[in-house]
């Protein structure tokens, strides 16, 4: 069942368009931050930051109001205008910003580049309208750099318009070709969908990242792609999300959502999960022992390669997920880095350009320093507090209750060792998070790839073709 709020979430993230100031707002310590800006439109142009608290909007207070109100004032018909008033970090005086309301076109390409000599880069977020366009564009203008591979990067897109990703594997897979079809209980209702124009390039090597959020859409790309022996797929097995849904309108604009059938691709097997658990890094392990036996009819690609059904799209080549130190998640969930960029902006006007900034030995320790009066605890932490309270409650031991606290100050310390221990993993994130304060999305990914394990064991690939061709060949 969809609420009107969300059947209109629904339909912006299907085509890619809203009335508003390009602006997504969160929730920091109950205050409405702006927490992403998309370059080109009111919002950024107008002067607002990443950072800044809205406390009024059109003259109405937004304490405790909830993300899904504040969305709704900022949006509306385009030409209309709609007045914020913020609190920006470093300011004393409340900032009013009068800005014009605009059609935003979510961008499905949110970053391409040239990233060596001869490999490109392409990051598309999601299949809404006119993605296969973008991509197509990006392709041509890295064509015109003289690349000769190129990196899709597909790792966190949830999906789209199925229109959109037939179009988008017609640009590497030739006219003819089956790319999905469907079943459902009811027979007549199958369909088949097929290429129909001749391919853009058919003949570039490329490899597509995938990660557990590449969803629908995603994983028919990346699987078709697989099937075909066109690409070669790296990172982690997708979501498994292969259930074709259809929406139906309901009373005050409300509507219901219901499954219908599944997709299957060229192979023939199902994209579908068998078993789905939304918390990743506690199922990964699990989901991985269970690989063998859920997936235990086989499939074959063009070439004869063997594929496995249920468990989405495995890799051709699988990445080990990145675990981030206790004290680097800390930093994060408590908006230690974020509220830190926010300082560093209103200290600093200006950056080096995105791919050569680099946080320097010493501005880490002013990011040390400026820790020493914030409060940042690990989970354990409260715990302990839970347990100390527990020892006074019920009455145990003194001892008992002096080594929780000695525990604790020890946690203090190794915090504090920590932050020199893992200096290298903080800087990296810390310095994207500002990164993204002047340069907006675009140039965040720009610094992430220089660091990505991913995009290094793709690029490490290219430049093995031997390997990359076997890996599309059946072992003999």
């Known amino acids: 069942f969809l609420t009107e709020e969300d059947a209109e979430t629904l339909q912006t993230f299907t085509t890619g368009t809203y009335g508003g100031i390009g602006a997504i707002i969160g929730k920091r310590k109950k205050k409405a931050i702006i927490v992403m800006l998309y370059k080109d439109y009111p919002a950024y142009q ?8 809205i406390c009024q909007i059109n003259g109405e207070d937004m304490t405790s109001k909830s993300i899904t109100h504040i969305s709704s004032l ?15 970090y470093g300011v004393e005086e ?7 309301r605009e059609e935003v076109m979510l961008q499905n390409v949110l970053y391409y580049g040239k990233i060596q000599v001869d490999i490109g880069y392409i990051r598309l977020a999601n299949f809404s309208t006119h993605a ?51 079943k459902s209980k009811v027979a007549t209702s199958a369909e088949s969908y097929t290429t129909t124009q001749p391919a853009y390039d058919k003949k570039i090597p490329i490899v597509v990242l995938i990660d557990q ?10 699987g078709v792609i697989q099937d075909y022996d066109r690409g070669v797929l790296v990172g982690k097995s ?39 658990n939304d918390n990743y890094q506690e199922q990964e392990q699990e989901d991985e022992d269970k690989t063998t036996e859920v997936a235990s009819e086989i499939f074959t690609t063009q070439a004869g390669r063997q594929v496995y059904e249920g468990n989405g799209v495995a890799p051709d080549i699988e990445i080990e997920q990145v675990v981030l130190a206790p004290i ?6 408590q908006g230690l880095i974020f509220d830190y960029a926010t300082y560093f902006q209103a200290s600093n006007k200006y950056i080096e350009p995105a791919k ?22 690990y989970t354990i932490e409260s715990s302990m507090d839970q347990l100390l309270q527990q020892a006074k409650d019920e009455s145990y031991k003194a001892n008992i209750q002096e080594q929780i606290v000695l525990l604790k100050r020890y946690t203090q310390v190794q915090k504090q060792q920590d932050l020199q221990a893992f200096a290298a993993e903080i800087k990296q994130i810390l310095q994207e998070e500002i990164i993204a304060r002047y340069y907006c999305q675009e140039g965040a990914i720009e610094a992430m790839l220089v660091h990505d394990p991913s995009v290094q064991s793709a690029c490490m690939l290219f430049q093995d073709m031997s390997q990359y061709d076997g890996l599309l060949q059946v072992a003999e």
């Not at 003289?146 to 229109?163: T, W």
């Open 74 to 88: 900022l949006k509306g018909m385009p030409g209309t205008a709609v007045q914020l008033s913020v609190i920006r």
């Open 328 to 333: 680097t998640v800390s930093l994060i969930e």
């Open 94 to 100: 409340v900032l009013t910003f009068t800005l014009p």
């Open 46 to 53: 107008g002067g607002l930051r990443v950072g800044d608290e």
């Open 132 to 182: 296969a366009e973008e991509v197509k564009d990006a392709v041509e203008s890295l064509k015109g750099e003289n690349i000769q591979k190129l990196i899709l990067d597909l790792r966190g897109n949830p999906g789209g318009i199925l229109e959109e990703a037939i179009k988008v594997v017609n640009l590497f897979i030739d006219q003819g070709c089956t790319v999905v079809s469907t």
């Open 356 to 377: 050569d900034f680099v946080l320097s030995a010493t501005q880490y320790k002013e990011f040390v320093a400026w820790l020493q009066d914030k409060e940042c605890v």
């Open 238 to 276: 997708t979501l498994g999300k292969g259930l074709i849904q259809t929406t139906r309108p309901l009373r005050y604009n409300t509507q219901l959502k219901l499954t219908t059938s599944k997709y299957y691709i060229p192979s023939g097997r199902s994209i579908q999960k068998v078993d789905h």
């Open 213 to 222: 959020k590449s969803a629908s859409a995603s994983e028919i790309v990346a």
